[in-house]
């Protein structure tokens, strides 16, 4: 098979979907209508009953995406533009809206020609065919796809070209036309996947067995379970959230320096695989919750969609977005103390409530901290303005030192004489929360606080030093 190229005059046309942009355009708009109005599902099940074209034209009417923030397929855009400069005749063809074809035309200047739906047709197989034919007649231009549907498309064409194309699409494509060249794009790995569900940010649902942990319940090997239960079934269901996150945010995302590369904001992972992994996942997670008990259930569900709302609306809104956050935090422990028949007490939730409220604060102001020109807080759609950032870590701390207070107020509780035979060793581990908590905030107001604060200490050295010292001072004083 050909690896080079050579100056051609014949028209190249090129498909868009899976083509040229590494996505779809109907299910960009798809997202795009759901997080203008989540109740917009509804109006997509009526037009679907009058076709893809039909569905495809109505969603694309009523929500812009933006043509230069999609994942445009590199390599190929590259030999087009040297195509382009060479001077061969470019044509973009495709069963999207007219519209939004012309759009991505004048952000890649190097098409000649645009063809695409512009009434309830869907412009794809046999429709695109006979456009193409009787604008250049048969046998008489080359053609890039990727789709089953456009073999007639490869029969009728001088040289054929795939893009990514299955096995069984590329015997076919070389049993009815010449098939020049293949784009292959490298291959959806099991890593996209679980770089796409995050499971290093399985770490913040360790937090159901903290519970356990401070009433010393943790040689019982039933709760231990229970909680190991609890950890699965908030995984499963938090990953699920990642991925609509994930998918809620293209936009924002890909015009992040680090955040594009994600597997679904750079294409890799497909928005249809995303929805269906999701999907997936949530499932699973709920049926795995409805093993614990209902009130278990109706708190991992809780959890979900408010996590989803979250997503959707809750973190545009000042100081609403922070204590969200502190309150999904929360939340895992009390789910572990529920599972678990463990209660949880004053000084448990005073303490949780403070010390995931200025960390939910350090998450909010090192991503401020990153995008505090105006430009880039307007686009990630915050609130804030620059001027916060001060209060921000003011409040941050204060809340982060409050939690060293509620702790070293519980040392002197009767709940610690009934627990630890020498409680006054405890102390110590006051010094050294209050250590972490400005050592956390000192790096946060640096700007080095590239991670959501959890992870970042799961990947800290000194962080676990620290917490290595508080486990000896707690095995001491027992």
Known sequence: MQTSYSHDQRPLVVDLDGT????????????????????????????????????????????????????????????LQKEHVNGRKLVLATASPITNAIEISKVHPIFNKVFG?????????????????????????????????????????????????????????????????IWRLKKISVWDYVKAIRIHQ????????????????????????????????????????????????????????????????????????????????????????????????IVVCSYFLISLLYSVYLKKLVLYDVFILALLYSTRVFAGGIVTTVPISFWL????????????????????MHVKDSNGLKSRRREYFVDDLNLLKTMGVVSGFLSVVVFSLYIDSADVTRLYS??????????????????IWLITTRGKMTDDPIIFTMKDATSYFILLFIGIILFVSI
């Open 20 to 79: 040229l942009i590494n996505t779809d355009l109907l299910y960009e708009g798809f997202i795009l209508l759901l997080r203008k109005n989540f109740l917009y599902i509804f109006n997509c099940l009526f037009w679907m009953l009058k076709g893809k074209a039909y569905l495809k034209k109505k969603i694309l009417s009523i929500v812009t995406v933006p043509p230069e923030l999609l994942p445009y397929n590199s390599e190929l855009l590259d030999f």
């Open 422 to 439: 020498t409680p006054k060793l405890l102390w110590a581990i006051s010094l050294l929360f209050l250590f972490w908590i400005s050592r």
């Open 202 to 297: 399985w770490v913040k649902n360790l937090l159901v067995f903290v519970p356990l942990i401070t009433s010393h319940s943790f040689q019982s090997f039933p709760k231990i379970l229970q909680a190991l239960n609890a950890f699965t079934a908030f995984s499963l269901v938090a990953s699920a959230g990642y991925l609509i996150n994930d998918l809620l945010d293209l936009n924002a995302d890909r015009i992040h320096p680090r955040k594009s590369f994600r597997p679904v904001a750079s294409g890799r992972i497909s928005i249809g695989n995303a929805l269906t992994f999701a999907a997936i996942l949530l499932t699973t997670g709920l049926y795995a919750s409805t093993s614990l008990g209902s009130v278990f259930s």
């Open 349 to 368: 939730i005073a303490f949780s409530t403070f010390i995931f409220l200025s960390l939910a604060f350090a998450k909010r102001y090192s991503e401020l």
């Open 117 to 181: 739906t512009s009434s309830n047709i869907n412009l794809k197989g046999k429709r695109k065919l006979h456009i193409l034919v009787n604008e250049f007649g048969e046998s008489n231009f080359d053609y890039i796809g990727n789709s089953t549907s456009d073999l007639v498309i490869f029969a009728s064409s001088r040289y054929s070209y795939l893009v990514n194309p299955s096995g069984v699409l590329e015997r076919r494509v070389k049993e009815v036309s010449n098939l020049k060249y």
